[in-house]
Nanobody
């Protein structure tokens, strides 16, 4: 059963940066076989797709709200996907999660997420 562990969140001022990490384990096949994505859920809102990266890392996709500010990357040797977040805004405040897949979550089990709070 796939296990996902997110980390790297915290409190940051507007305009600041953070790098989130998500390490996956428990695969029947190799991590490198799967596209991966980052999602976020703000209080009172539905979970939304933020960024996605293909299995080999050559293709990425971003929500319009984060395009040009966030960068998704992966290290298949470490079974880890990253989200570099720059120029953070208060509206980026949310719990961030990772999951498999490029346009919709692949696995029903989510990790605990990592809280990102952007506030002065």
């Amino acid at each position: 059963q796939v296990q996902l562990v997110e980390s790297g969140g915290g409190l940051v001022q507007p305009g600041g940066s953070l790098r989130l990490s998500c390490t996956a384990s428990g695969f029947t096949f190799f991590f490198s076989n799967y596209a991966m994505s980052w999602y976020r859920q703000a209080p009172g809102k539905e979970r939304e797709l933020v960024a996605a990266i293909s299995a080999g890392g050559g293709t990425t996709n971003y929500a319009d709200s984060v395009k040009g500010r966030f960068i998704i990357s992966r290290d298949n040797a470490k079974n880890t996907v990253y989200l570099r977040m720059n120029s953070l805004k208060p509206e980026d405040t949310a719990v961030y999660y990772c999951n498999g897949g490029f346009s919709s979550p692949m696995w029903g089990r989510w990790g605990q997420g990592t809280q990102v709070t952007v506030s002065s």
